[in-house]
């Protein structure tokens, strides 16, 4: 592990929402080592192999059968979590990392046992901030043309993921972050 890079635990909802919007190579141009659990990558198969994870840079964590059987002694605990999300606490706590998610009942948890959470618009706002997702990178075009792909990853992203209920007031901060970044200047009526 690079001492400039922050180890998190990332959950699969995270991984899909960056495979729905057309940016899952991006991800991993973020300074972080990401890793998940073997329970986790079986949500994404039919997108990504384990090996095709691996060379993009994600370390799957294979879980010895005691962790196995304490991960659902915590899910039995934890009533509103799935089995997936309750490895990807364990091994956070384990491996003492921030959690990757967007899962509401798995931030409370988190909360609780004071683990750093963040979600998607985080990541997104991270890879806005280090120029990892600018206009030339989104595509080789014009930056109206990478606007229109960052609404679009947007649009699939919400579209395919009813249950996350993200605040308009965190949507609304992410998109002027997007703004300031390739240089819209906003006009606001005077009232």
């Known amino acids: 592990m690079n001492k400039n890079r922050r180890t998190c635990c990332i959950d699969a909802n995270i991984l899909l929402d ?4 057309d940016i899952f190579d991006a991800l991993f141009l973020l300074p972080f080592d990401f890793h998940t659990s073997e329970i986790v990558t079986h949500e994404i198969s039919k997108s990504y192999s384990g090996r095709q994870l691996n060379q993009l840079g994600l370390k799957i964590l294979n879980l010895t059968e005691a962790e196995v059987l304490e ?4 899910k039995q605990e934890h009533i509103g979590l799935s089995v997936e999300d309750v490895s990807v606490y364990f091994l956070s706590r384990k491996h003492n990392t921030m959690i990757l998610s967007n899962d509401g009942p798995l931030r409370d948890l988190a ?15 991270e890879l806005i901030e280090m120029n990892l997702l600018s206009p030339q ?9 990478a606007q229109q792909q960052a609404l679009a990853a947007d649009s699939r992203m919400r579209e395919t993921d009813q249950k996350v209920g993200i605040g308009k007031i965190v949507k609304a ?5 997007l703004m300031r970044h390739w240089g819209v200047i906003l006009f606001f009526p005077s009232t």
């Open 71 to 74: 991960i659902f002694t915590m």
């Open 111 to 125: 909360d609780a046992s004071r683990i750093e959470y963040h979600g998607t618009l985080w990541l997104l706002g």
């Open 173 to 177: 901060l992410f998109w002027l972050r």
């Open 18 to 21: 960056f495979i729905t919007g």
């Open 137 to 145: 990178d989104c595509c080789p075009c014009s930056p109206s043309n």
